[in-house]
């Protein structure tokens, strides 16, 4: 079945319980179109997923994100805990519109959803947003996940990537998901078209909290984190993102109409 019941349970999970490092620290303003979605619970606003700027009002991300009832979006950070660095910028969330054949019920296909904020982004060297792939790309090679990660340790989150990792083909993405994905969720495979699948031997697959996290290739992002097989953190596992390029006649409409 469907992880939406979990969603919000499992991120807060992530966030509260802690996740080990999944990743190399980024630099500053290595990838800056990167942001923090966050929710108030528990008395804080909370990183809950990971979306990308692509201009100066509207972020993309997973639409899973949103059952997270997200209300801030940060950008410019390396450290989100970090309230003594002057290029963080935070902006309050204006409306959410997720993709209108997102499959919520199901196996979760279509999964991309944007974010309008009230104020727009002051671009700098650290905030900027990235360059969406052409209609109908075909993503292949290697690429990055880049996305925030819980140190445990230290009690924070930091900005981390995962370096060039394989894009695989769909069938042997599904032939993995069937090997190594949990029964209780057997329903789950990748879709051919709206979705990019990646292997990781160096530090296993996607967790909880990783919703949104960007792959991204030289410059151009190329897909959102949507579902991973469980147990997560497993060395040779795949991980299933939406297809951004898939979806760019859609973002192009909504982001520069509303």
Known sequence: ??????????????????????????????????????????????????????????????????????????????????????????????????YPKFDSDGNGHNDIALIKVTEAFQFNDVVQPVKLPET???????????????????NYHHLVYRPALPIIGIDRCNELIKIFEDSMYHQLYADKDSNICVLDYAYGNNCNGDLGEPLYQNGTLLGLASFWVMPCFEHGAPDVFTNVAYFVEWINQVSDKR
């Not at 080990?20 to 179109?33: E, K, L, R, T, V």
């Not at 390396?78 to 409306?95: A, F, G, H, P, R």
């Not at 109908?136 to 230290?154: K, M, P, R």
Request: charged fraction near 15%.
């Open 136 to 154: 109908g790309a075909q993503g292949s090679g290697n690429a990055d996940i880049v996305g925030y990660s819980y140190n445990l340790f230290h």
């Open 1 to 98: 079945m469907y992880r939406k019941a979990f969603c919000f349970c499992l991120a807060l999970f992530g966030v509260v319980s802690g996740i080990y490092d999944n990743g190399i620290i980024a630099s500053q303003g290595q990838y800056p179109f990167i942001v923090s979605i966050q929710t108030k619970a528990l008395g804080e606003e909370l990183h809950v997923c990971t979306g990308a700027i692509i201009n100066e009002r509207w972020v993309v991300t997973s639409a899973q994100c949103l059952y997270n009832y997200p209300e801030t979006i940060v950008a410019g950070l390396i450290y989100i805990d970090d309230e003594t660095d002057s290029n963080k910028q935070i902006v309050n969330i204006e409306k959410t519109i997720k």
